[in-house]
């Protein structure tokens, strides 16, 4: 699993880089866009977890003082976006392990990263909108 997780990091540097108005901001870029995925992955996740497997949430965040979509907000970046964020600096941009990864993984020619981000990005919207037909139909 970690090994996929490295030849999908490794392809996502080699796309980004690969555009020329990205040479000075492929760290960020290639960063953003596999948090964002990753986040998503985790959100799906915990949620089916949540949901359908325990029956119960185990967090609550609540700002009296904050309007929903601030705390939805705040909750989105604690609780997915910032552990993907710190998980990816650790294993990847941490000592510049990166250039590591780049010499093993050569994967200029795989599409892991654009399945990946693609996959990450509408599997949620799909199921979302199943559970919504689903739930008018019956």
Known sequence: ????YYRIWANCIYRIKSQPANMKT??????????????MN????????????????FYKFDV?????YVNNVLLFITLYVFPCFMVN?????RNDRYKLL?????????????????????LPVILLWT???ISKVG
């Not at 492929?26 to 986040?39: E, P, Y």
């Open 102 to 122: 780049l010499k093993i993984h050569h994967s200029e020619t795989d599409n892991l990263f654009i399945t990946y981000f693609v996959i990450s990005m509408a």
């Open 89 to 93: 600096y650790f294993l990847i941009f």
């Open 131 to 133: 559970g919504i037909i």
């Open 1 to 4: 699993m970690i090994r996929l």
């Open 26 to 39: 492929w760290k960020v870029g290639s960063m953003i866009l596999m948090t964002l995925a990753m986040s």
């Open 42 to 57: 985790m959100l799906l996740l915990l949620t089916i977890l949540q949901r359908y497997v325990l029956h119960m949430y």
């Open 64 to 68: 009296p003082e904050m309007s929903t």
